[in-house]
């Protein structure tokens, strides 16, 4: 993987620290910033263990069959109750922070927009959903984002827009992500997958930590069961 000229530097440092009487001790496969490694093969992460999933053999190959009864209903929001959407926890009461739009859409016929919510830690602008699923099951979640005046996100990746994703009622962090959502963005398709370890429930909460002003919406959620990865 690497060159002679790689080498042939590391001899160099080898024979200083002989000089200055060194130990070199190698370090390899770092759990956080081991990307030089996964940028040659991905399958050198191990995958976390699935179980139980249902592969339907056909021949020389095996297709997954996803679990049907993982389902986020409503993801579009465009159900609407007369205090809420149904299927999901809002900040506070519809009309406060959270608006049914039918301007911008990216499917069905409304989507949910924020604002207000710069400071306000009692109606903060963000969803959950609570969802069922099967325990050791790796699951693709889907969603849509667009932005409008926000501000601007920190450094190293701290971004304002997160999600997150809970398991059991412990709510164990079980993955999360800071997309990169820029302060005036049209609609954005967010990606994450996460496994759901030992639970039969997960928590999703998507929005806005630590904006103080603007303006975002959601549509298009979705979840589904993947099989395996690695």
Request: charged fraction near 25%.
């Amino acid at each position: 993987l690497k060159g002679e000229q790689y080498f042939r530097r590391l001899g160099e440092v080898k024979q200083i620290a002989e000089q200055y009487g060194m130990d070199i001790i190698p370090r390899c496969m770092d759990v956080g910033y081991n990307g030089s490694m996964l940028a040659h093969n991905q399958n050198l992460a191990a995958g976390i263990p699935v179980r139980e999933a249902l592969f339907v053999a056909n021949g020389r190959r095996a297709r997954h069959v996803p679990d049907s009864s993982v389902n986020l209903s409503n993801g579009g929001f465009d159900q609407v109750g007369k205090d809420g959407i149904p299927g999901w926890e809002l900040p506070g009461t519809l009309g406060q922070v959270a608006f049914v739009d039918s301007g911008e859409v990216v499917e069905g016929s409304v989507a949910l927009r924020f604002e207000n919510f710069g400071g306000n830690e009692d109606n903060p602008g963000r969803v959950v959903r609570t969802v069922a699923v099967s325990p050791d099951r790796l699951y693709r979640l889907k969603l849509w984002v667009k932005t409008s005046g926000m501000d601007e996100s920190g450094a190293f990746g701290s971004g304002n827009f997160q999600v997150h994703v809970r398991g059991g009622q412990e709510k164990r962090e079980l993955t999360y992500i800071r997309p990169r959502v820029g302060q005036d963005t049209d609609w954005t398709e967010v990606v994450i997958g996460f496994n759901s370890r030992g639970y039969d429930s997960a928590q999703i909460e998507v929005g806005m930590f630590g904006a103080q002003q603007g303006t975002f919406w959601l549509d298009g959620f979705s979840l589904k069961e993947i099989g395996m990865v690695n």
